[in-house]
């Protein structure tokens, strides 16, 4: 299994440009969650998806942020119009989920946003 | 709610000496603990969990965690620190009323010095 892919590793952008980020998770696999990590904050849960369904976005900062999962194989994290502030390594990473499973997550490589 | 806490922001140890990577937690019921490491500018990387069982269980790379239920602790262990271990660890609970739900700690460094 390639694990979980996320694309593109690196972006930058200027300040009002829109921002998409793009995951698809391990095969079989029905939950997906997106994380951002800073040095000041740590690492964040923005949003996860149960079975393409979003279940919990009380972690999007605001809402220039926003997050699809068209099928059980993609998700799209976009941000627009991005800021400075949006400055940070965005994490995807899915897992299988149901009664008496307790599966880990798998986490995907990354993508290093740097907003100018 | 559920959460846990890594007291130490850093852990520094000599090239084989014992290591131990500190985290707490606060679960309704019985919990799922995990332990993830991140090294430079990678994702993170699954080590080990407890689910239900033993109190000791091992993961990758010659670490184990020590469930105890009286301490609501998962200490993280090794019995013999590696230069190459030094990296960021996380410990994180599993909200089992919400299944699908993490939730990380802060995250410990630990710096194993030659």
């Known amino acids: 299994d390639a694990g979980v892919i996320q694309s593109p590793r690196h972006e930058v952008t200027e300040m009002g440009q829109e921002v998409t980020l793009r995951c698809k998770p391990i095969s079989g696999h029905n939950s997906l969650f997106w994380y951002r990590q800073t040095m000041m904050r740590g690492l964040e849960l923005l949003i996860y998806?149960?079975?393409?369904?979003?279940?919990?976005d009380s972690g999007m900062p605001e809402d220039r942020f926003s997050a699809k999962m068209p099928n059980a194989s993609f998700s799209t994290l976009k941000i627009q119009p991005s800021e400075p502030r949006d400055s940070a390594v965005y994490f995807c990473?899915?897992?299988?989920?149901?009664?008496?499973?307790?599966?880990?997550?798998?986490f995907g490589p990354g993508t290093r946003l740097t907003v100018l | 709610a559920q959460s846990v806490a890594q007291p130490e922001d850093q852990v520094n140890v000599a090239e084989g000496n014992p290591l131990t990577v500190k985290c707490t937690y606060s679960v309704s019921g019985n919990p799922y603990l995990f332990w993830y490491v991140q090294y430079p500018n990678r994702g993170l990387q699954f080590l080990l969990k407890y689910i239900t069982g033993d109190n000791l269980v091992k993961g990758s790379y010659g670490f184990e965690a020590e469930f105890n239920k009286s301490q609501t602790s998962f200490h993280l262990k090794k019995p013999s620190a590696l230069v190459s271990d030094s990296a960021l660890y996380f410990c994180?609970?599993?909200?089992?009323?919400?299944?699908?739900?993490?939730?990380f700690g802060s995250g410990t460094k630990l710096n194993v010095k030659p």
């Open positions: 998806f149960n079975n393409n369904v979003p279940i919990d």
């Open positions: 990473a899915s897992s299988r989920t149901g009664t008496g499973l307790g599966n880990e997550q798998f």
């Open positions: 994180a609970v599993r909200d089992k009323d919400n299944f699908n739900k993490f939730y």
